[in-house]
């Protein structure tokens, strides 16, 4: 027998996880709706999904026979199906179980199809990310999302074919209640989903948790319900607590939405008068990349190997020629508005990693090639980034940004003025401004980008990344509404006086504070925004960061 470690890691690489009994029994349900109803689950694990089936069937007054005839559960790890066997009859039930790749099984409208078409389809899909999804076993999932027409990206996880191939063992008017990644919202590699959703059923409903439901993954989960022929033009989204809410009867808030004809859902949880209120917003302000376009901060392939401490410079007898300055790995170290040249001797005297080792191709100093010979034992030389230039050891580089934006974070996206002119690794993004407003725009974006409707777009444009952190590539962070030159001269006019105060509060983690001045300064005084309005921005963005986050409410309140 395996051990738990093992079994776990096992899990973990298959994308498997134990799916909570309330959510099954929920989702089944409202799948099952009377003793003849067929059953699928196209990766059944341990029979969760079939056993709730089985219990409802039997509710419903179907014999043993007709019972198994109803439920056809499928999946490759064979020891699970085992345990399916045993666990369905210690209740008295039975189903079909096939051990076999589920993109192999022939669908309905294929050539050796065994299984017939159903009235439901439940399950947990597997998660698992795009670079472990990978080889033969991607191209054959891609290849059948294909052949029911939703073509999918290569950064696509392996939940959303199995999510479209297993629509295709339906009944034109059948049942879909599956567990999703909370990505079907948020990414883009989930696009061409949201829109089969709505082509491909009459109605739709979206059951959201406020907390983590599966204990042993860091992503966030939905309930997809759907059924009927679409194409659909609204949903019902449902707001639960956890999964017991499911189980004892609460009354789960309703309410009808409109998602996007095209782009992520993310702000599907706000309300409409929310949504109408950003949409309003954001249409008097204009795009970072009108200001400066956001790009990658260097990548060098084997940061522990490149950014290196003053003291080993110093060891290895490094001359400053054969450095550049940098901030830090990371954006931990930059708790203000800015990175100054003083915060960047600080962090020198402390240890940190401000240099890149970035030698002349020419050097013949024996410090640097010590340094080198050491990178070549660690076997730095085989990262794939070095790999591929010549020499490995001289990584790219380009002028110092005038403004740093943070990659992943967790309050909220942060700029931070580059005062100190040195440049920035892959960990945050930097940005070169446009003539004409190097010298404002510098100093007051940074505060300005606290208001309350650029937090809120944020949050519905980025994703929620492993731990809770907001990640947004440069191409997410270009669109994010920031204000207008006008209205920037005019709300920095009122604000540039309390930078220091500001920036003090920051520092100190103060940060809903400071947000709020900004917010009655570009908000409500300058944009005319009204207070309660602006209140309901930061309240939904405030909402969206406590759902990513998973902190109570009233955490980091200031």
């Known amino acids: 027998m395996l051990a738990a470690a093992e079994m776990q890691n096992d899990r973990k690489a298959r994308g498997a996880f134990f799916t909570p009994p309330e959510i099954a029994q929920f989702l089944s349900d409202w799948a099952v709706r009377d003793g003849d109803t067929r059953v699928l689950d196209p990766t059944c694990g341990e029979a969760v999904f079939l056993l709730s089936a089985g219990r409802n069937l039997q509710a419903a007054g179907a014999s043993p026979s007709e019972i198994k005839r109803c439920l056809t559960g499928i999946d490759l790890h064979k020891p699970s199906l085992a345990e399916s066997r ?23 409208g294929q050539f050796g199809n065994t299984t017939g078409w159903q009235d439901a389809v439940i399950g947990n899909p597997p998660f698992v990310r795009y670079q472990e999804f990978s080889g033969a076993t991607r191209r054959k999932a891609l290849r059948a999302a294909d052949d029911q027409g939703v073509k999918l990206s290569q950064l ?33 590699y989930a696009e061409p989903v949201r829109r089969w ?34 194409p659909c033009d609204a949903f019902v989204l449902i707001h639960a607590d956890d999964a017991e809410d499911l189980s004892r009867g609460h009354r789960l808030d309703s309410v009808g939405v409109t998602p996007a004809t095209e782009g992520k859902w993310s702000d599907l949880v706000l309300s409409q008068g929310t949504r109408n209120t950003l949409k309003r917003s954001i249409a008097e302000m ?49 708790k203000g508005v800015e990175f100054s040249r003083m915060h960047w001797e600080t962090l020198k005297a402390e240890g940190e ?45 380009a002028s110092p940004p005038d403004l740093f934006f943070t990659y992943m974070s967790h309050n909220y996206p942060r700029l931070i003025a580059n005062t100190a002119q040195v440049k920035t690794l892959n960990s945050m993004h930097g940005i070169r401004l446009k003539r004409g407003f190097k010298r404002e725009a510098r100093e007051a974006l940074p505060l300005l980008a606290l208001n309350s409707a650029t937090r ?18 440069p191409r997410e962070a270009a669109s994010l509404p920031m204000p207008i030159s006008e209205h920037l001269s005019s709300a920095w006019d009122r604000l540039s006086d309390r930078k220091d105060k500001l920036d003090a509060k920051l520092k100190r983690g103060h940060w809903r504070s400071a947000a709020k001045e900004v917010d009655q300064a570009l908000l409500v005084e300058v944009m005319g925004i009204s207070a309660g309005d602006v209140t309901a921005l930061s309240e939904g963005a405030d909402l969206l960061r406590v759902r990513r986050t998973r902190e109570t409410p009233a955490n980091g309140r200031r």
Not at 173 to 184: F, H, I, K, S, T
Not at 199 to 217: C, H, I, K, Y
Request: net charge neutral; charged share 25%; aromatic share 10%.
């Open 156 to 188: 696509a996880s392996s939940w959303a074919p199995t999510l479209i191939q297993a629509a295709a063992f339906l009944k034109p008017q059948g049942r879909l209640a599956m567990v999703v990644p909370a990505e079907l919202l948020t990414v883009g």
């Open 286 to 334: 204009t795009r970072l990349d009108s200001y400066g376009t956001p790009e990658l901060g260097l990548v060098t392939g084997a940061n522990n190997f490149f950014a290196i401490s003053e003291a080993t410079r110093l060891e290895y007898g490094i001359d400053r020629k054969h450095v550049e300055p940098i901030s830090p790995p990371g954006s931990k170290h930059i």
């Open 197 to 230: 959703l709505r082509e491909r059923f009459g109605a739709v409903s979206l059951v959201m948790f406020d907390r983590l439901q599966f204990a042993d993954a860091e992503e966030q989960v939905v309930l997809l319900v759907a059924e009927g022929v679409g």
């Open 456 to 473: 809120l777009s944020a949050e519905t444009m980025g994703r929620s990344y492993g731990g809770g952190v907001l990640k947004m590539e």
């Open 353 to 397: 990693r401000v240099w890149l080792f970035r030698p002349d191709p020419k050097t013949r100093a024996a410090g640097v090639w010590r340094y080198i010979k050491q990178g070549e034992i660690d076997s730095t030389q085989d990262a794939y980034k070095c790999s591929i230039r010549t020499p490995w050891w001289r990584p790219p580089s």
């Open 86 to 108: 045993v666990l369905l009859r210690e209740e008295g039930l039975d189903a079909k179980l096939i051990c076999q790749d589920f993109f192999d099984v022939p669908t309905p």
